[in-house]
């Protein structure tokens, strides 16, 4: 489970680089969908990351949320970090999808606060 939940930080460390690359881009020039997603894979890799690194197997959860209240059980600190920015947390990930900048700049914003917050943690 540990190296499953290291290859998954890694993959949402890359997601969360791609993210703020594409937002360093001029804003005519941002792919805001590509941000989105983005985000959206790296927060879910954060968070199955972290169950992974817990001995929880993260299952078939579909959404953020499912796999942030699991978080929180094991780490009641995780109730620091909102997830509320991203408005599909709690629908299927393949399901929403953000197009305006400054939505996705919140979304970019959040996971960056969570990669933040699993550093300060000593989680990754």
Known sequence: MKERAQALFKEAIKKVSEAN???CRPEEDVVSVMVCKKAQRATENFLR????????????????DELYQK?????PSFSLVD????????????????NEVAKVNR????????DSFLRDEKVI
């Open 107 to 114: 979304c970019y914003e959040t996971v960056a606060k969570l």
């Open 71 to 75: 978080c929180i059980l094991i780490n």
């Open 49 to 64: 990351g972290f169950l992974l690194q817990n001995n929880v197997e993260p299952g078939i959860e579909k959404t953020l």
């Open 83 to 98: 997830l509320s920015s991203f408005e599909c947390r709690s629908h299927h990930l393949d399901s929403r999808q953000c």
């Open 21 to 23: 690359e594409e937002l």
